[in-house]
Antibody, heavy 115, light 108 residues
Framework: EVQLVESGGGLVKPGGSLRLSCAAS????????MSWVRQAPGKGLEWVGR??????????DYAAPVKGRFTISRDDSKNTLYLQMNSLKTEDTAVYYC??????WGQGAMVTVSS | EIVLTQSPGTLSLSPGERATLSCRAS???????LAWYQQKPGQAPRLLIY???SRATGIPDRFSGSGSGTDFTLTISRLEPEDFAVYYC?????????FGQGTKVEIK
C-alpha cells in the first residue's frame, strides 16, 4: 500500500524550531519528487516547497514566505522526507502535509506557533 | 510567481446540476501543468485532474478539466451528494508552484 505518514508536529513558541518527518512506503521513494503543502486553520492550501529526486538533480525550491527559514531534505536510505522549520512565526501555524506526485498525501501534522 | 485566481468563490447548486469552476493564471502555465483537487473538511486534498485535462486514477468521468495557457475550467457534469466540497487549482509548470484560493461548491 502506498502511504505517507507525517510526524513531529506540536506546539512551539515564536522564534523556535521544529522538524517534521514524512515516512514513505509502497513506492520507490528515491525516484520521487516530494512536496510539502500547508493549510492554516480555515484557509486554503499553500505550497511550501519541493525536492526533486537525486537522479533529477535533487533541486529544492521554496515558497517565498518560508525561504531562508525552512529546509527540505530527504534520506533515501530511510525512505523519509524532512521539513526543518526555524525562526517560526505565528503565521506558520497550519496543518503540514507531505505529498508525492500530488496523488498521495499524508494525514497531515499540526504545527501551532504560539506563546 | 504565477497567481491563480479561482471563480466564483462559492457555487450554490443542487444535486444533479452542472458545476463549472474557473481558474485564471496571471501568466501562461508552462506545458499546461495545471491540476485540480477536491478537499472535504478534515481530509487531505484529493487529486482529480492533472495536465489540465487528464483524470487521476479512480476519478469518475463526471469530472473533466479543460483549458490552456491562462484559462482553465473544471466541470462536474452532474453533481452527486459527495461532490459538495472545496476545489483548488494548482500550477506546477514553474517554480514556485502555486494554488488558487479555492471554490466552495455548496448545496443550494
Amino acid at each position: 500500500e502506498v502511504q505517507l505518514v507525517e510526524s513531529g508536529g506540536g506546539l512551539v513558541k515564536p522564534g523556535g524550531s521544529l522538524r517534521l518527518s514524512c515516512a514513505a512506503s509502497g513506492f520507490t521513494f528515491s525516484n520521487a519528487w516530494m512536496s510539502w503543502v500547508r493549510q492554516a486553520p480555515g484557509k486554503g492550501l499553500e505550497w511550501v516547497g519541493r525536492i526533486k529526486s537525486k537522479a533529477d538533480g535533487g533541486t529544492i525550491d521554496y515558497a517565498a514566505p518560508v525561504k531562508g527559514r525552512f529546509t527540505i531534505s530527504r534520506d533515501d536510505s530511510k525512505n523519509t522526507l524532512y521539513l526543518q522549520m526555524n525562526s517560526l512565526k505565528t503565521e506558520d501555524t497550519a496543518v503540514y502535509y507531505c505529498a508525492y506526485a500530488f496523488d498521495i498525501w499524508g494525514q497531515g501534522a499540526m504545527v501551532t506557533v504560539s506563546s | 510567481e504565477i497567481v491563480l485566481t479561482q471563480s466564483p468563490g462559492t457555487l450554490s447548486l443542487s444535486p444533479g446540476e452542472r458545476a463549472t469552476l474557473s481558474c485564471r493564471a496571471s501568466q501562461s502555465v508552462s506545458s499546461n501543468y495545471l491540476a485540480w483537487y477536491q478537499q472535504k473538511p478534515g481530509q487531505a486534498p484529493r487529486l482529480l485532474i492533472y495536465g489540465a485535462s487528464s483524470r487521476a486514477t479512480g476519478i469518475p468521468d463526471r469530472f473533466s478539466g479543460s483549458g490552456s495557457g491562462t484559462d482553465f475550467t473544471l466541470t462536474i457534469s452532474r453533481l452527486e451528494p459527495e461532490d459538495f466540497a472545496v476545489y483548488y487549482c494548482q500550477q506546477y509548470g514553474s517554480s514556485p508552484w502555486t494554488f488558487g484560493q479555492g471554490t466552495k461548491v455548496e448545496i443550494k
